[in-house]
């Protein structure tokens, strides 16, 4: 434990908290971590059971990633990749990131956030109809409830009001089309692929009435995460990319939570069958030790961009700490630890139990639907589960929940629709679900019986 002086507390402004709130109660404090496990400042020792904010994925000491990031610092701690550039650990994090990409991807470019992955793949999908001429082109296609980011264009794709109310957010051209959640959204009796193809319609007669040659791009999480872990229909992005293809709009995987095993598969895009345009990561990157993203670009757009470039004078993108040698030699290595200790075998390994222990969740009385894919999951809390009614939103239902897990030692976190998500390192093993599940269910007893 250190001492904290009380008034130092109060001078960091914090990211999506209530400043009131925080004025009052101060901070949560964390101070040191080990596996699964992070320990706060009273002593108490919590089962990260969110992964920090989905991303470290391989724990809270792995010892590899120190030594990478101590090695890459005596050797060269700064280098950037502007004008030609480059550093030995990010030529080799470029190659391994397009070997382990789908197929089609033939570049990785590098960033230090979701956010800046996902405003570089927008201004991608501009630059490459500008240069084929199709300068209309400029709407991006996102889902409501999808996260997205914060910077202007991210946060505009972003949609949830959460994360845009007084900030002036849309503030580029977007499209927001419907959440594809079979549970909450389907009619009586609606199978999931009717679902899905009633979704495709939707989409096809959106588009068409915005004109196909006003619109750049669709983006999408294959399974949105900070919306409440939605996951989507059967044949959904089958159904999806077809429409896409007829109108000749690009597809952005937003990979950043489901990149790197999340899902059980390397990528989310390999779970549902997507062939992406772009695609953007960060967070299980690098296990989230230090800020690192990538946008993987495919050869087609690639080679647009090549020509445009030329025609240009330069690729005219990029950021000072874009590629980082630090955080690329720690990237490198976690990618290095996902393949020497079959990490997505591991969560591929650990997903039965996981669903099992999610599942049983659903016999609460508080619990409409469990779901989960991999080692990712919700439950969403209903009043009443034969008509899906949910609480009034001022109950704050979720986050009661999330408050009643901390006090057993648990981190989880409320999402939209009254979800509460569960996402920890890709690391635990089957005891530690079980402690994990156990918390969540004592958790919703002690809010029931509050009730
Ligand atoms: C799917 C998705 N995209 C983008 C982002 C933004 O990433 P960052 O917070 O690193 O900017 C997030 C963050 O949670 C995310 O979940």
Sequence with gaps: MTSLNEADRQFALHPFTNLSGHQADGPFIIEKGDGVYVWDD???RLLEGMAGLWCTSLGFNEQRLIDAAAK???QLPYSHMFTHRSTPPAIELSKRLVEMAPEGIGKAFFVNSGSEAVDTAVKMAWYYNNALGRTAKKTIIARLRGYHGVTVAAGSLTGLPYAQDGFDLPAIPVMHVETPHHYRHAEQGESEEAYASRLAQSL???IMKAGADTIAAFIAEPVMGAGGVVIPPKTYFEKVQAVLK???ILFIADEVICGFGRTGNTWGSDTYNIQPDI????KQL???YLPIGAVLVSDHLYDTFQDYSDKLGVFGTGTTYGGHPVSAAVALETLNI???DNIFSHVKARAPHFKERVQALQNHPLVGQARSVGLIGAIELVADKSTKEQYPAEQ???AKVMAAARKRNLILRATPGDSVAFCPPLIINDDQIDEMFDAVADALNDVHSSL
């Design 42 to 44: 009273q002593g108490n």
């Design 72 to 74: 890459q610092f005596a």
């Design 204 to 206: 096809d007669d959106q």
């Design 246 to 248: 007829k109108h000749d």
């Design 279 to 282: 695609m953007t990561c960060a």
């Design 286 to 288: 690098s296990s989230a």
């Design 338 to 340: 996902y393949e020497s």
């Design 396 to 398: 704050k239902m979720a």
